[in-house]
């Protein structure tokens, strides 16, 4: 079990290496992408690449026998600013989706190396060139779907068998971006991304319920959440509310809309949508009424440090932020045994507990070389994901190396639920850069509550505008035929 559990730990790594690629698809992308990527934590594993022993074979042989067919080119090319799938000096072990395709199909991963800054520019110069390359990562939705039309992504459908049983539980998931009449985005897996992060000796201290009791009661919304916030706020007296890069986006879909988003394989805009506008309202009143950060007074930077100190109330971010040694997030957070989250408070008018969720997916790079066996590998993505002794690895490396509680591994499964129950994504970013620029805008788009602005103003300055990107854009996709 030793061996066995040093190789699964790898698609924990994978899974983190996933939230750290989704990073991109919130704020500027220019900006914000390049903060993430600094201040994230290298994950460390114990052992980065070893010998299998019979054991963990055994149990490898027993896994890929849940996979079918052969393959007849072995190699597929995996084009990014990282590699979350070989043993690397950053941390990763192995992953098991790799363990698999070797067992498996004798196949092998080709790590094509760019930049964070040059990776689609660089995509389609070798695509220009005719290099081959295979399939990237597409969780973070930051090129998807505006890389259909522009001739950077194939369709995988007349690869795909959509009658084997790995697939079955994510069709729905993958027919929810559909272009057109066909499949461009390989999704995997919907996953936890956001969490309300808290310290619950300021909670105790305030004489607040805590958040994570009111949620297993269902009480868990924006009306007590902005009850908390207006209670301690007091900046006068060093008492901030909500802290975050990222808190405009993951409250916005917890009312279930989102601004972008795939109708009958067709780009549409919600921003007339009155859940939409309910949600940006309630954020427009967080920012009227002082609950929200002021970062405008701190040289515009987050300070979370300040939930350690008892300074500040709640920070939304990833929770890639708590999946690092806790000597790290408790300088920020506060000593270990008071550090909590909470999935991002449910919208009261909604039907449903929405949350803005991950997303494990990929592309296929136009004119790969082997689409078969991206394919093939994405099926061992789908039995790495299921396989018990991962879930019970990944639980094993919360606790030992993230120094998680029972509790807040317990509140992680709750929020994986949610949002494989009631997710939302959005495609504002992904979507035309002339759509992107204006909706994604702090000034005069989705985010632009946050900066004061009322949401009917923001509305009726960009729907119309947005209509004729959205409007251009399906119909570049009907003339691909």
């Known amino acids: ?51 299998l022993s019979s054991e963990a074979q055994e149990q490898i ?67 220009i060139g005719g290099d081959g390359v295979d399939f990237i990562a597409g969780g973070d939705l930051d090129s998807f779907p505006r890389g259909v039309p522009n001739g950077q992504y194939q369709s995988f459908d007349q690869y795909m068998d959509w009658s084997n049983p790995l697939w079955a539980e994510q069709q729905a998931l993958n027919d929810q971006f559909r272009i057109g009449n066909n499949h461009y ?18 909670i105790e201290a305030n004489g607040f319920d805590d958040p994570a009791e009111l949620f297993d009661k269902g009480e868990w919304n924006w009306d007590t959440f ?19 890069w990222f808190n405009e986006k993951p409250l916005m879909m917890s009312a279930g809309v989102p601004s972008v988003s795939l109708k009958d394989g067709k780009l549409t805009t919600n921003l007339k ?8 309202n309630f954020m427009y009143d967080l920012n009227t009424s002082g609950l929200k950060y002021d970062m405008n007074l701190f040289g515009w930077t987050e300070h979370p440090e300040n939930i350690g100190t008892g300074n500040e109330l709640f920070y939304i971010g990833g929770l890639y932020t708590l999946e690092s040694d806790p000597e790290i997030w408790t300088k920020t957070f506060g000593e270990q045994e008071n550090v909590m989250f909470v999935p991002v408070p449910k919208d009261p008018n909604a039907d ?33 994901n299921a396989d018990p002794q991962t879930q019970e690895l ?22 994986v639920q949610l949002a494989r129950e009631n997710p939302v994504y959005d495609l504002c970013v992904g979507g035309p850069q002339d759509l992107a620029d204006i909706v994604d805008s702090a ?24 209509e004729i990107y959205i409007n251009e854009f399906n119909e570049q996709v009907a003339a691909m035929g």
């Open 185 to 202: 985005l390989i999704c995997t897996q919907s996953t936890a991304y956001y969490g309300v992060m808290y310290n619950r000796s300021t």
């Open 273 to 280: 949508d009155p859940n939409l506008e309910r949600a940006m």
């Open 226 to 244: 902005k009850s908390m916030l207006t209670d301690f706020c007091d900046p006068d007296n060093a008492q901030y509310g909500l802290d975050g």
């Open 61 to 127: 042989g027993n896994a890929a026998d849940q996979l079918t067919g052969e393959l007849e080119n072995k190699t597929i090319k995996w084009f990014s600013f990282y590699d979350p799938f070989h043993a690397t000096t950053s941390g990763n072990t192995k992953a098991l989706s790799l363990e698999l395709f070797e067992t498996k199909y004798g196949g092998e991963i080709e790590y094509i190396q760019t930049t964070w800054e040059n990776r689609f520019n660089d995509l389609s110069t070798k695509i």
């Open 352 to 384: 449903k507990h929405y949350v803005a969720a991950g997303l494990e997916a990929y592309l296929l790079c136009k004119g790969a070389q082997n689409p078969d066996g991206v394919m093939r590998f994405m099926e061992c993505v789908l039995v790495a």
């Open 394 to 415: 990944a639980v094993e490396k919360r606790k030992n190396d993230f120094g998680w509680s029972d509790e807040m591994i317990e509140m992680y499964n709750k929020s």
């Open 443 to 466: 000034e005069y788009g989705i985010r632009a509550a946050f900066a004061g602005t009322e949401w009917a103003t923001v509305r009726d300055e960009v729907s119309d505008v947005a």
């Open 1 to 51: 079990m030793k061996n066995l559990k040093k190789i699964f730990a790898g698609f924990t790594a994978l899974s983190i290496a996933g939230s750290f690629a989704a990073c991109s698809s919130e704020g500027d992308p220019a900006e914000t992408t390049t903060a993430e990527i600094t201040t994230t934590p290298a994950v460390t594993v114990e052992i980065k690449s070893e010998t």
